[in-house]
Each structure stands twice: as structure tokens, then as C-alpha cells.
């Protein structure tokens, strides 16, 4: 638990000296650009916690066996499957495996390596957008979302890279946007839902459709059994598509505390969303992007695999929720930021002993 409490404290300390000692940039969303020299040392503390972690995460082991098996391939064109060969799933994943391999055999390049990728594209997209940074970053840790990065690295690799690429949404450059997600499905295929998602957010929050989207996922929740039959069959060519035996037999779902954490921030972006759009327009897609992921929680109450669905849209959050601390008269942004330091402190201090399996956190030198 230690680590953990420094981490933050670093993580927390160094963003908010980055802010500090930033300057007024109207180019940027937030009109603000945080140091760019010492926002490196947040990314570096980040990337070293969960890059030197041993036995630390429950897919721990699952990727050093992944890592040793990407080794046996005899090349890259294997990997894809060319001349006859069938290919791996989520090919470059396996590709970028097989490459670190060939520097060394022992795994714990793959978590460095995979750290460092995942936390420079969501430091990077939180630099752009998130304001105060130093919030959004504390949020990065005080929402689990880092912790949970311990586990499925893959996926939340190509979430941080998907995140970034919400420029892509926000300018409306939607052919940029597709083409980062195909290359992000050759590390994870789920990544392809995100092209439908992409004309579904591009719209005023609230909307219609989303109302529609909405009704459905409830209907969806309500009728799960229903439901189920029809999302085993799209599972079956996907890398989920193992999990069939256990989705028809498990019924463990989502803990509703983190339900309610999702629900929170747009309940307070429904209550004030014209104060948020004086502030920034296109922060309706944010709050789209955050209402998908909710729905897909509320989806997990029945069984917690549609929880992975949510990585995608969770860190949408580290965005939208700094800027409840910015629509008021300065006493109220202050006790507001008060508050959101303090509850989700405590949120993910509470979270810590039992999810994710992040304890006892150990490191490479203790193996």
C-alpha cells in the first residue's frame, strides 16, 4: 500500500507543479498548457509502478505465458498469416511480443514496454484536455482506472491510444479515427466496436439517439437472457469468444458502488450541461462517450465481462469531471475540488484490498 500512497503522492505533486509553472494557450481546449518538462516525471512514476510490479495483477500470469508462446513463432509473417499459416489472434499484440523477444526472453520488458505506451497516450490526451491537469491525472489513479490497467494491458493499451484519439472525434476527421482503430484491432479486436461509436457520440449530448441507446441497454439489462443468446453469437469470431461456456454459467456482476460512481459525474453533466457548453462545446461528446460507458455497467450488473467494454469509455471521465470545478463562483470550484479529491481517494482506498488483485504490490526485485 505504500508504493501506492508515494505513487500518487508524485503522480498528484509533480501534475499540479506542471500546471504551476504552464502557460495560457488558447490553441489548446482548455486555454491552458501545463509544463511539458515536468509532466514526465507523473508519466515516469506511473510507467515504473506498473512496469517493475511482479505477480502483481490477476492476468499477470496469463501474460507471461502469452509472452513466452509469442517467442515460438519462427517470424512476423507466421504471426499474420501469410503463406498459409493461421494467423495469432490479435496479431500485433503477438508481433510486439515476438520483436521484444528477440531482445530478451524475460517478460517484464512486455510490462515496461506496454506501461510506458499506455500511460504516454493517456498523460498525453490528459495535457490536452484535462483541466485542472493535475486533477484529471489524480482522477487517473482515484478512479481505479490505473490499477485496473494491471490487468487486460492489451486492451487498455489500445484504450490509452483510442483516448488520444479523440482528437480525431472532436475535429470530426472520421477517417483518421477509423484507420487508428483498425490498427489498434490487430492488438485487440474488441477496439472495432469503437467505429459505430464514433458517429454514435458525434452529436449534442442528451440527444435522441442516445435516449434510443439508452432504452436499449435497459431493455438489454432487463431482458438479459434474451440478450445473451444474440451477443454469444457475436462473441464467437472475437478474442472473447472463450468466454461463451463462462457467460452462460457465471453470474457474477458488477459491484454497484462503481455503478453509482459512474452515474454520478452525468447526473451533474445533465443538471448543469448548458454552464459545461459555455465552458466548451464539444464537451457533449465527452459526456456521450462517459454515457456509453455507464450503460455498459449498468449491462455488467449481470455479468461483469461487459465491464471490459467500459475501458473504452471510462477514461472519458478524467475529462469530463475537472470540469465541475471550473462552472462556479471560485469558493464553490474550490469546495468542489475539495470533495472530488477527497471521495475518490477514498474510493479507490477502499477498492484497493480486493479488486484487481494489486495486493500485495511486489516488484522485480523481490522475485
Known amino acids: 500500500m505504500d508504493i501506492y500512497l508515494l505513487n500518487v503522492g508524485i503522480v498528484f505533486v509533480w501534475s499540479w507543479f506542471a500546471k504551476m509553472y504552464g502557460k495560457e494557450d488558447h490553441s489548446l481546449p482548455t486555454g491552458y498548457r501545463p509544463n511539458a518538462i515536468i509532466a514526465i516525471v507523473p508519466l515516469v512514476s506511473l510507467v515504473i509502478v506498473a512496469g517493475l510490479r511482479y505477480k502483481v495483477g490477476t492476468d499477470y500470469q496469463t501474460y507471461m505465458l502469452l509472452y513466452e508462446l509469442a517467442g515460438k513463432y519462427d517470424s512476423l509473417a507466421e504471426i499474420f498469416g501469410f503463406g498459409g499459416a493461421k494467423a495469432s489472434t490479435d496479431p500485433g499484440f503477438t508481433a510486439l511480443l515476438w520483436l521484444l523477444n528477440h531482445i530478451t526472453s524475460d517478460p517484464q520488458i512486455m510490462f515496461v514496454t506496454v506501461a510506458a505506451v499506455t500511460y504516454l497516450f493517456i498523460v498525453k490526451t490528459l495535457y490536452i484536455y484535462g483541466r485542472p491537469f493535475e486533477l484529471s491525472m489524480f482522477l487517473f489513479l482515484g478512479m481505479f482506472y490505473y ?3 494491471f490487468n487486460g494491458i492489451r486492451q487498455y493499451m489500445v484504450a490509452g491510444i483510442l483516448f488520444w484519439a479523440v482528437k480525431y472525434v472532436i475535429g470530426g476527421n472520421w477517417v483518421r479515427y477509423v484507420i487508428t482503430v483498425l490498427i489498434c484491432s490487430l492488438f485487440h479486436s474488441s477496439a472495432l466496436i469503437m467505429i459505430p461509436v464514433y458517429f454514435i457520440v458525434r452529436r449534442k449530448a442528451w440527444s435522441p439517439l442516445m435516449g434510443c441507446l439508452t432504452l436499449l441497454f435497459l431493455a438489454g439489462t ?5 440478450f445473451l443468446s444474440v451477443f454469444i453469437v457475436m462473441l464467437e469470431n472475437s478474442s472473447y469468444g472463450h468466454y461463451e461456456e463462462w457467460l452462460m454459467k457465471n453470474s457474477n456482476g458488477m459491484n454497484s458502488i462503481k455503478i453509482i460512481v459512474l452515474l454520478i459525474p452525468l447526473v451533474l453533466a445533465f443538471c448543469f450541461r448548458e454552464q459545461l457548453r459555455k465552458r466548451w462545446p464539444e464537451i457533449d461528446y465527452i459526456v456521450n462517450f462517459c454515457l456509453i460507458g455507464f450503460l ?3 449491462l455488467a450488473t449481470k455479468d461483469v465481462i461487459f465491464a471490459r467494454f467500459n475501458i473504452y469509455f471510462g477514461l ?7 470540469y465541475f470545478v471550473r462552472i462556479f463562483e471560485p469558493k464553490s470550484n474550490a469546495l468542489f475540488y475539495i470533495m472530488i479529491l477527497i471521495c475518490y481517494f477514498l474510493y479507490s482506498f ?6 484487481s488483485s494489486v495486493l500485495p504490490y511486489r516488484t522485480i526485485f523481490e522475485r
Open 296 to 298: 455498459f455497467g449498468v
Open 222 to 226: 432487463f431482458m438479459y437472457q434474451k
Open 316 to 322: 472519458y471521465q478524467l475529462i469530463l469531471v475537472p
Open 147 to 149: 490499477y485496473a490497467s
Open 350 to 355: 477502499m477498492l484497493m484490498p480486493f479488486d
